[in-house]
């Protein structure tokens, strides 16, 4: 199979082209770079295997995709900036990227009869009440900018594709780029203490361990929407922020607080990111390994 893979300088991406050339794949790479920036890992991303590429730019992304006619397209690019995406005068431009440009890529896709892979997140739901989302729920109340412009790109490909994976994914966590265990990290090595909200709930993704899932996904014509986090568990925050000063062996104080104590954020988070994950199994496809195993595992290659 040949991929094309968009966002490739994020840490999703990333993680997705080295997945595909591990297992011997044709992978071509696109950011809106000039050239590849992604980390120094062993990646054979090269001028060869990259394009630069704006997806908000409609005719270049037909041109590119209808160039390289991968069977296969992952879109991990977006614009994931949550709080400054709530800025008026940022509003217009998120949705061009977001939605916008993943109708784009969905055009392409149909002109070329490809299959199509879209990263979307929890934040499409308005995380009330306690109980798991499931990936064929419909009750979308998305509370932020972040959240209704990724509602508003599973909506282009559904109404456009037939050949599709929707998978929402939250909590990521990789190599190439900043996320939370990095910040978390670097605060922690310079404060006696640190505040963490406690009243969030969901799990944690491991990009490394969801790229390989999203290959397999590829693989197969087992269309639709899924939900795909790593296992082990329902935690907040702060657990999940416990656990990684543990295994790194930090020792600064960690205080739990509420999202209202801690007040810090433009954008309106949901409460319950819980997303049910079943129909991995029911489908076939292998889980995620446990987020504690992930983090050991990404310590180790910090």
Same mark, same amino acid.
């Given at each position: 199979?040949?991929?094309?893979?968009?966002?490739?300088?994020?840490? =999703?991406?990333?993680?997705?082209?080295?997945?595909?050339?591990?297992?011997?794949?044709?992978?071509?790479?696109?950011?809106? !770079?000039?050239?590849?920036?992604? $980390?120094?890992?062993?990646?054979?991303?090269?001028?060869?295997?990259?394009?630069? =590429?704006?997806?908000?730019?409609?005719?270049?992304?037909?041109?590119?995709?209808?160039?390289?006619?991968? &069977?296969?397209?992952?879109?991990? !690019?977006?614009?994931? *900036?949550?709080?400054?995406?709530?800025?008026?005068?940022?509003?217009?431009?998120? @949705? %061009?990227? #977001?939605?916008?440009?993943?109708?784009?890529?969905?055009? *392409?896709?149909?002109?070329?009869?490809?299959?199509?892979? /879209?990263?979307?997140?929890?934040?499409?739901? &308005?995380?009330?009440?306690?109980?798991?989302?499931?990936?064929?729920?419909?009750?979308?109340?998305?509370?932020?900018?972040?959240?209704?412009?990724?509602?508003?790109?599973?909506?282009?490909?559904?109404?456009?594709?037939?050949?599709?994976?929707?998978?929402?994914?939250?909590?990521?966590?990789?190599?190439?780029? %900043?996320?939370?265990?990095?910040?978390?990290?670097?605060?922690?090595?310079?404060?006696?203490?640190?505040?963490?909200?406690? &009243?969030?709930?969901?799990?944690?993704?491991?990009?490394?361990? +969801?790229?390989?899932?999203? $290959?397999?996904?590829?693989?197969?014509?087992?269309?639709?929407?899924?939900?795909?986090?790593?296992?082990?568990?329902?935690?907040?925050?702060?657990?999940?922020?416990?656990?990684?000063?543990?295994?790194?062996?930090?020792?600064?104080?960690?205080?739990?607080?509420?999202?209202?104590?801690?007040? =810090?954020?433009?954008?309106? @988070?949901?409460? #319950?990111?819980?997303?049910? %994950?079943?129909?991995? $199994?029911?489908?076939?496809?292998?889980?995620?390994?446990?987020?504690?195993? !992930?983090?050991?595992? /990404? +310590?180790?290659? =910090?």
């Amino acid at each position: 199979m040949k991929f094309f893979v968009t966002g490739v300088n994020g840490q =999703l991406g990333h993680d997705v082209m080295n997945e595909l050339l591990k297992r011997g794949y044709v992978g071509v790479g696109s950011d809106i !770079a000039d050239v590849y920036s992604g $980390v120094a890992d062993g990646s054979v991303v090269c001028s060869a295997s990259y394009v630069s =590429l704006d997806i908000t730019d409609k005719e270049a992304v037909q041109k590119t995709i209808e160039e390289i006619k991968p &069977d296969a397209v992952i879109h991990c !690019a977006a614009w994931t *900036a949550v709080d400054m995406a709530e800025d008026d005068d940022k509003v217009e431009l998120v @949705r %061009k990227v #977001n939605a916008g440009g993943t109708q784009n890529i969905a055009d *392409a896709c149909k002109t070329i009869d490809a299959k199509m892979l /879209y990263l979307s997140t929890d934040y499409v739901f &308005d995380g009330q009440g306690i109980e798991p989302w499931k990936p064929d729920c419909k009750d979308y109340k998305p509370l932020n900018v972040y959240g209704q412009t990724k509602l508003e790109g599973e909506l282009a490909v559904s109404s456009t594709l037939d050949k599709y994976f929707i998978v929402r994914i939250a909590w990521v966590f990789g190599l190439n780029g %900043k996320n939370f265990i990095k910040t978390m990290i670097n605060v922690g090595k310079t404060h006696d203490e640190v505040k963490v909200v406690n &009243d969030q709930i969901g799990t944690p993704t491991y990009c490394y361990d +969801l790229a390989r899932l999203l $290959v397999d996904m590829c693989e197969t014509e087992k269309y639709g929407y899924y939900h795909a986090t790593n296992e082990g568990g329902y935690i907040s925050w702060y657990d999940f922020c416990v656990e990684f000063y543990k295994q790194y062996g930090l020792t600064t104080k960690i205080i739990p607080v509420t999202t209202e104590e801690y007040g =810090l954020s433009k954008a309106i @988070r949901p409460m #319950n990111s819980r997303l049910d %994950k079943s129909k991995l $199994v029911e489908n076939g496809f292998t889980p995620l390994p446990t987020w504690q195993d !992930a983090v050991r595992r /990404y +310590l180790n290659e =910090l």
